[in-house]
């Protein structure tokens, strides 16, 4: 027993576990929940409440969570984390009224999304290839996307999230047998701050606070965030509503896009150490408009389809490689997991905005008007990126 366990310790194995069984039950709580709740009896308006509370939360949250991990340990508090989904999970399967199931769905949705960021850089600190790990994260969304549907229909509405449950309880057992590069220097650094706040010389969120290129960025994040989180809100419902597509076919096409992130993971070595921030910052932003262009200017419908294959998820997925190597280059190394959940509350932030602002818009010109909503604040970001001055940070070596 002792040898199997010293054999499955860090290998590729943990991390694969890890990757997969996380992102399946990440899809499989988030990809049928405004379904789910309009099934149980509640309206639009409480369906959209309970989103928007979930996120708002979880936008609040994050620089807390960042806190505790840099304080206390990455293993202890993400342990802690992943445990208390299990719990809200199964809490939101037998909640009896509506304040719970939000309160339930907002403790869940907040923690999958404070464990995110690590799970994120844990990629680019394993003993692996970073594309050959994030890989299985993308195969795992995917598959859960498909599985939420099929469980839904096939067993019980409640049953993707008792499936939640058991996904990320598999989800555990990867992370206990993980031992990134991450954990090596982690209590290094938390002796390096309680050293330095006895010698009064500790780094504080004050000094990220005024970090004026991490400031800067947060703005990007924000507008890039407002971009993409709308296009996946509304995406779905364009297909369906505005085009006519079957829902059911729509839901293939949008599981198979997301499978066209993999090619991005598996070359992510090749180019992701070579080519600077900032291109790769006008490059994510750049594939942005081409993802709402057509819907925003009305184009046929084999190249809505077409560009929806190419353009959904390669923006979403560079950026969050970008970001993981911004934040490296330009926050200090005692604070990246804070820096992290930082600029992950202002992506919260900006999705929440987007959100809100794109649905009054569609009710009020339809969707068309939205996406060119969309097309002209990724313009202003695509600005914003040019006066960006930011270090190539190819000297990081994080996806190598």
Known sequence: MERLLARYTNSYLSYVILFLFYDIAFALFSSMISVYLIGKGYSASEVSLCISVASLAAMI??????????????????????????ASAA???????????????????????????????????????????????????ALGTQLTGIIYDGISPEAPYIFVIITMIMAIVGFWGTQPRL?????????????????????????????????????????????????????????????????????????????????????????????????????AFGLAVVQVLPFALGMAFPVVIALTFLCKHPPVILN???????????????????GLAIVKACQNFGTI??????????DASGYPAMFLFLLALTAVGLLGVLFFRVPSGNDKKLFS
Not at 61 to 86: A, D, H, K, S
Not at 122 to 139: E, F, K, L, Q
Not at 200 to 224: A, C, H, M, P, R
Not at 353 to 362: E, M, Q, T, W
């Open 61 to 86: 949250t994050q620089p807390i969570i960042g806190g505790l991990t840099e304080r206390f340990g990455m293993r202890l508090v993400n342990m802690v984390m992943f445990g208390l989904t299990c």
């Open 91 to 141: 809490l939101f399967v037998v909640s009896p009224g509506f304040w719970i199931t939000v309160g339930a769905y907002s403790l869940m949705y907040l923690l999958m999304n404070g464990v995110n960021p690590v799970v994120e850089r844990m990629a680019t600190s394993s003993p692996y290839n970073y594309g050959a790990i994030r890989t299985w994260g993308t195969i795992g969304f």
């Open 183 to 283: 954990a090596e220097t982690e209590a290094a650094n938390i002796e390096d701050v309680s050293e330095g706040k006895e010698a009064g010389e500790g780094v504080s969120i004050k000094d990220l606070l005024t970090n004026k290129k991490f400031l800067y960025y947060l703005l990007l994040q924000i507008i890039f965030c407002a971009v993409t989180g709308a296009a996946y809100s509304f995406t779905p419902s364009a297909l369906t509503d505005y085009l006519g597509m079957e829902a059911s076919t729509a839901s293939t096409v949008l599981a198979v896009a997301a499978l066209l992130e993999i090619p991005l993971l598996l070359l992510s070595s090749k180019f992701m150490d070579k080519v600077a921030n900032k291109t790769l910052l006008l490059v």
């Open 320 to 338: 969050i490689m970008t970001n993981m190597k911004v934040v490296n280059t330009i926050v200090d190394p005692r604070q990246q997991i804070t």
């Open 353 to 362: 905005v987007s959100n809100n602002i794109g649905g009054r818009i569609v």
